[in-house]
């Protein structure tokens, strides 16, 4: 019986072991890419007012590189954007959503920023 029970339990573990934490492990990187996109959201926020312009790199915003975390669009010509274009310009780099509620509202008030430099409320 005891054999059984020592089985089970190890088939378990090793069940959890393969679906549950490498889902936590997920949402803990996830999280920090979230935190670190979140960052660089205000940054191009605060770059745009400051400059009149989308920043052309990590040097213009002045931080350092965070390629592992965030994707962003540098290339991105404010003048031929539009609110869709600055809204989806930059993304946490797995592209998922789980802890930051506020990107949505972030990423919209940028992307009013952007339509405001143009002069095309």
């Keep these: 019986m005891n054999k059984i029970i020592t089985v089970t339990v190890v088939f378990l573990l090793g069940v959890m072991s393969g679906i549950v934490f ?11 890419s ?29 931080i350092p590189n965070q ?9 991105l010509v ?15 780099k797995s592209g998922k959503w789980l802890a930051y509620p506020h990107r949505v ?4 008030a ?3 920023k952007a339509i405001k430099l143009e002069g095309r409320q």
């Design 78 to 92: 404010i003048s031929r954007a539009d609110r869709l274009d600055v809204f989806n310009a930059i993304n946490t």
């Design 105 to 108: 509202s972030d990423m919209e």
């Design 34 to 62: 979230e935190y670190v996109t979140a960052s660089v959201i205000r940054s191009v926020g605060e770059f745009m007012v400051e400059n009149n312009r989308w920043p052309k790199s990590w040097d213009d915003l002045g």
């Design 110 to 112: 940028l992307g009013n």
């Design 22 to 32: 490498p889902s936590l492990w997920e949402r803990v990187t996830n999280s920090q």
């Design 67 to 75: 390629d592992e975390h965030v994707r962003i669009n540098f290339s």
